[in-house]
Each structure stands twice: as structure tokens, then as C-alpha cells.
């Protein structure tokens, strides 16, 4: 079963440090491009960043610097590492997988990637 599981979430003040990860099964996540999303509760699906198969990342302008998208495909995993949180992190963060590269000016739409984890919840307080 193609399977991605988030982990790593959960409540830190701002200024503060998190790192998530996301774990493949049922495929080899190193044939695959990966990415993280989020979601913030009203608001629409957010691109955070993604990676390809070599381990080049890209980001959202908004997200430049103080996250970090790296992969292990050994271990079949994508992490997330987020520096100096703030409130306007917290959301449900999701990774993403597709086969195929995503259109570079479409990396952030939903459509563009397959196979979806459940999320895990970050919460910022200030």
C-alpha cells in the first residue's frame, strides 16, 4: 500500500524550532519528486517547498530561509526543518509525492503531485 505519514508536529512558541518528517512506504520515495504543504484553518492548501529526485529544493518566496526541505532517501524520508516560528506557521503540514516533475511555475497546486499524506499539526503561540 503507497502510503505517506507525517510526524513531528505539534505546539512551540514563536521563536522556536520544529522538524518534520514524512515517511514513504509501499514505494521508494527516491524515484519520486517530494514536497510539504500546509494548510492554515480557513485558508487554502499552501506550497511550502519541494525537492526532485537529485535533492534540489525549491521554496515559496514566503518560506525562503527560515525552512529547510531535505531528503533521505535511504530511509525513505522527506523532513521539513523550521527555524524562528511564528504564529502565522501553525496549519496542518502535508507532503506530497509525484512521479513526475511538477510545471516549475505550478509546483504548488495540488493537482500537481499524487500521492498525499494525512498531515501532521504545527502550532505556533506567540
Known amino acids: 500500500q503507497v502510503r505517506l505519514v507525517e510526524s513531528g508536529g505539534g505546539s512551540e512558541k514563536a521563536g522556536g524550532s520544529l522538524q518534520l518528517s514524512c515517511e514513504a512506504s509501499?514505494?521508494?520515495?527516491?524515484?519520486?519528486?517530494m514536497a510539504w504543504f500546509r494548510q492554515a484553518p480557513g485558508k487554502e492548501l499552501e506550497g511550502v517547498a519541494w525537492?526532485?529526485?537529485?535533492?534540489?529544493?525549491t521554496y515559496a518566496d514566503s518560506m525562503q530561509g527560515r525552512f529547510t526541505v531535505s531528503r533521505d532517501n535511504a530511509q525513505n524520508t522527506l523532513y521539513l526543518q523550521m527555524e524562528s516560528l511564528k504564529p502565522e506557521d501553525t496549519a496542518m503540514y502535508y507532503c506530497?509525492?509525484?512521479?513526475?516533475?511538477?510545471?516549475?511555475?505550478?509546483?504548488?497546486?495540488?493537482?500537481?503531485?499524487?500521492?498525499w499524506g494525512r498531515g501532521t499539526q504545527v502550532t505556533v503561540s506567540s
Open positions: 506530497a509525492a509525484a512521479k513526475y516533475p511538477p510545471p516549475r511555475s505550478l509546483w504548488d497546486v495540488r493537482r500537481a503531485w499524487s500521492i
Open positions: 509501499g514505494f521508494s520515495a527516491g524515484d519520486y519528486h
Open positions: 525537492i526532485d529526485m537529485s535533492g534540489t529544493p
